[in-house]
């Protein structure tokens, strides 16, 4: 979702190939092995297949909205997706698929991801997107985030004390950049009709 929310920013436009991962298409295998999506193959045949790497090369291409800023803005910026990446993903993942880690209760999986979110709260407080007054590359690399965690149980995340979260989370939700890539698109096949993201 945040390589969608990049691309959409950045004002480019990409060849899009919906992938079901269950049953991926050896095309996208033959490009990337790892098999896991998003990949991007640029014109040059050279391969992203990280989604973070791909938010960054579409904001180098263009960046009509400045989410990129400073190099002290990136710098921050990479700083906070490292800790999202490495930290909160990791509690995200074992809250929403609890039962797969039945070690513990989902509640403290989320307790433990809770965390981050004070993190996140505490900037908030201070100024309207993560890094400061104006919409960064930190604010669409975490959202999606935030939304997966939020729907794992929407009421208990509506009832917290991160309301400046709350808002922010709100902003990105009811956005027109949001609602431009959520559009649904039949998995690719072979010879399908190019579909211009």
Same mark, same amino acid.
């Given at each position: #979702?945040?390589? !969608?929310?990049?691309?959409?920013?950045?004002?480019?436009?990409?060849? %899009?190939?919906?992938?079901? *991962?269950?049953?991926?298409?050896?095309?996208?295998?033959?490009?990337?092995?790892?098999?896991?999506?998003?990949? #991007?193959?640029?014109?040059?045949?050279?391969?992203? @297949?990280?989604?973070?790497?791909?938010?960054?090369?579409?904001?180098?291409?263009? =960046?009509?909205?400045?989410? !990129?800023?400073?190099?002290?803005?990136?710098?921050?910026?990479?700083?906070?997706?490292?800790?999202? =990446?490495? $930290?909160?993903?990791?509690? %995200? @993942? &074992? +809250?929403?698929?609890? =039962?797969?880690?039945? $070690?513990?209760?989902?509640?403290?999986?989320?307790?433990?991801?809770?965390?981050?979110?004070?993190?996140?709260?505490?900037?908030?407080?201070? &100024?309207?997107?993560?890094? @400061?007054?104006?919409?960064?590359?930190?604010?669409?690399?975490?959202?999606?985030?935030?939304?997966?965690?939020?729907?794992?149980?929407?009421?208990?995340?509506?009832?917290?004390?991160?309301?400046? *979260?709350?808002?922010?989370? @709100? +902003?990105? %939700?009811?956005?027109? %950049?949001?609602?431009?890539? #959520? =559009?649904?698109?039949?998995?690719?096949?072979?010879?399908?009709?190019?579909?211009?993201?």
């Amino acid at each position: #979702m945040r390589a !969608r929310l990049a691309i959409k920013c950045s004002g480019i436009h990409v060849q %899009l190939r919906e992938i079901v *991962l269950r049953n991926k298409p050896a095309q996208m295998l033959a490009i990337s092995p790892k098999g896991t999506v998003p990949v #991007m193959q640029l014109a040059d045949a050279s391969v992203i @297949d990280e989604s973070w790497n791909i938010v960054h090369w579409a904001t180098q291409q263009q =960046d009509p909205n400045n989410i !990129r800023g400073n190099i002290q803005r990136v710098k921050e910026a990479n700083r906070l997706i490292a800790k999202n =990446d490495k $930290e909160f993903k990791t509690h %995200l @993942d &074992h +809250y929403k698929y609890a =039962d797969r880690f039945p $070690e513990f209760p989902a509640e403290h999986y989320r307790s433990q991801a809770e965390t981050f979110l004070a993190e996140l709260e505490q900037r908030l407080a201070q &100024h309207s997107f993560l890094i @400061d007054h104006k919409p960064s590359l930190a604010d669409i690399g975490i959202f999606p985030f935030i939304r997966q965690f939020a729907h794992v149980d929407i009421e208990w995340f509506r009832q917290t004390k991160y309301v400046n *979260l709350h808002r922010w989370f @709100d +902003y990105y %939700l009811s956005s027109d %950049l949001f609602t431009s890539i #959520m =559009d649904k698109y039949a998995p690719w096949t072979e010879g399908q009709e190019r579909v211009v993201f």
